[in-house]
């Protein structure tokens, strides 16, 4: 597809470039996408289409908060991993 995508264990969690450079794409669950486009609704933005609608979510990189994208990364991360990685990232982060 010709943009740089980020994955664990084979599986894209976030992609970088799309649909522009200024832009980038994180998956997470309609829930957490309602979450985020709440609290910043010009940085974040349902994708259009059925993948919007399962929580696919465009990030305005040049205005995004660098914690908001750090959560939303995390966030995209644990809901493609495998839930054992996932539980083993979790007991090793430190509680905030």
């Known amino acids: 597809m010709g943009h740089p995508d980020f994955r664990v264990h084979g599986k894209i969690f976030a992609t970088l470039g799309y649909p522009s450079a200024e832009r980038g794409v994180v998956k997470l669950t309609p829930d957490q996408q309602e979450l985020f486009v709440q609290v910043e609704p010009e940085v974040f933005v349902p994708v259009k289409g059925a993948w919007g609608l399962r929580g ?6 040049r205005d995004a908060p660098k914690g908001m994208v750090r959560r ?5 991360w644990c809901n493609t991993a495998p839930k054992p990685l996932v539980r083993q990232f979790e007991s090793a982060s430190p509680r905030s």
């Open 72 to 76: 939303a990364l995390i966030a995209a």
């Open 56 to 61: 696919a979510t465009s990030v305005r990189l």
